[in-house]
């Protein structure tokens, strides 16, 4: 784990981040004592959503074409 002073934080943020951005932790300090630290954050996964045409199909409902069809296909119509 890397320190820097705040002092060079400000003055190479942009390189303190490129470490930071390959996985690297720093930690800041102000005359010695750590106050901060710089880490990579975790990474998002996208969700990724079935496709729910295939599925519709599958299931024979490919033809609802909103809720009173629902409704009509529940026998709760009125």
Same mark, same amino acid.
């Not at 932790?25 to 975790?42: A, H, M, Q, S, Y």
């Given at each position: 784990?890397?320190?820097?002073?705040?002092?060079?934080?400000?003055?190479?943020?942009?390189? $303190?981040?490129?470490?930071?951005?390959?996985? %690297?932790?720093?930690? $800041?300090? !102000?005359?010695?004592?750590?106050?901060?630290? $710089?880490?990579?954050?975790?990474?998002?996964?996208?969700?990724?959503?079935?496709?729910?045409?295939?599925? !519709?199909? !599958?299931?024979?409902?490919?033809?609802?074409?909103?809720?009173?069809?629902? $409704?009509?296909?529940?026998? %709760?119509? %009125?």
């Amino acid at each position: 784990m890397k320190t820097a002073t705040v002092r060079e934080a400000q003055h190479h943020l942009a390189k $303190l981040l490129a470490e930071v951005e390959k996985g %690297e932790e720093i930690v $800041l300090t !102000r005359r010695g004592k750590p106050v901060g630290k $710089l880490v990579p954050t975790e990474v998002k996964r996208s969700v990724v959503f079935p496709n729910f045409g295939k599925i !519709r199909k !599958r299931l024979g409902t490919d033809e609802i074409k909103g809720p009173n069809e629902v $409704l009509l296909q529940r026998g %709760e119509a %009125e």
